[in-house]
């Protein structure tokens, strides 16, 4: 369940003024795939620098307008805009935001709203988001992305290094007070089915058991990486009997992000 009409709608008129350093990112860019699970409440836009934020407000402000719509400002401050657009009965909420160029991926071109995080990246903010706040959404997000994209340890290994103040360890134990929800939580949300609570707390509980299972056997000396397999073509949660060099290569982040090298 992607993004709403409206949303898709907005992101794919605003795509004109998207760049990689002005991308889509946040829950909108994760639930812009077809089979997600819940409808985002914004679209968050990306950029990286105070200065071009305040750019990319201006020419999204002006497109539009242009087009119709009309935009009520909530919060307007350095590196940080919000605002309600709205047309006819329809409205949703924008958000535009500096965040660190630091990435594991360069972001990725998307005909349906420019750019675009790339989903590893996208994966290992949300763990991180998840960490330093305990809402229902972004637990979903995180479990959804730990069965679709990278596996929890793989998550919490990497961020790591986008966020040097933790260590893979210290992440998982503030991922371990997570998961304590109750119906009402979820009921505030938009989502395609409703979710099953014992399902939900086994299917996290098995999530930190294994990552915690991975951090265990991993060499101190390759904490804040990814791992690609060249043979897969994608990022991985090595197991324990492969070897660096013939199963899998150790990916950094950078500002810019970076392709993984298949050489």
């Given at each position: 369940m992607p993004l709403t009409e409206f949303q898709s709608g907005l992101a794919k008129l605003l795509s004109e003024n998207r760049s990689p350093d002005s991308h889509l990112a946040g829950g909108a860019a994760i639930h812009i795939e077809p089979k997600s699970?819940?409808?985002?409440?914004?679209?968050?836009?990306?950029?990286d620098s105070d200065a071009r934020v305040a750019?990319?407000?201006?020419?999204?402000?002006?497109?539009?307008?242009?087009?119709?719509?009309?935009?009520?400002?909530?919060?307007?401050?350095?590196?940080?805009?919000?605002?309600?657009?709205?047309?006819?009965?329809?409205?949703t909420k924008l958000e535009w935001a500096h965040d660190t160029a630091w990435r594991f991926l360069p972001v990725m071109k998307d005909k349906r709203c420019g750019y675009i995080l790339h989903p590893i990246d996208l994966a290992i903010n949300k763990v991180l988001t998840?960490?330093?706040?305990?809402?229902?959404?972004?637990?979903?997000?995180?479990?959804?992305?730990?069965?679709?994209t990278l596996s929890l340890g793989a998550m919490c290994w990497a961020a790591a290094g986008k966020d040097p103040g933790f260590n893979p360890r210290s992440l998982l134990e503030l991922l371990k007070r997570r998961g304590r929800f109750h119906d009402e939580d979820f009921a505030r949300l938009k989502l395609r089915s409703k979710p099953d609570l014992t399902e939900l707390k086994s299917k996290w509980l098995e999530a930190l058991e294994s990552a915690e299972a991975f951090i265990a056997t991993r060499p101190s000396d390759e904490v804040g990486c990814l791992y690609y397999s060249k043979s897969k073509k994608q990022f991985i949660t090595p197991t324990f009997d492969m070897t660096r060099g013939q199963d899998y290569e150790l990916h950094y982040g950078c500002p810019g992000g970076v392709l993984p090298r298949i050489v």
């Open positions: 699970l819940r409808y985002s409440n914004d679209l968050d836009y990306f950029q750019e990319a407000f201006a020419l999204d402000k002006k497109l539009l307008e242009k087009s119709g719509f009309t935009l009520k400002v909530e919060i307007n401050q350095a590196g940080y805009i919000r605002a309600i657009v709205s047309k006819a009965k329809e409205s998840l960490a330093g706040r305990n809402e229902a959404r972004d637990f979903l997000d995180a479990l959804m992305l730990h069965e679709s």
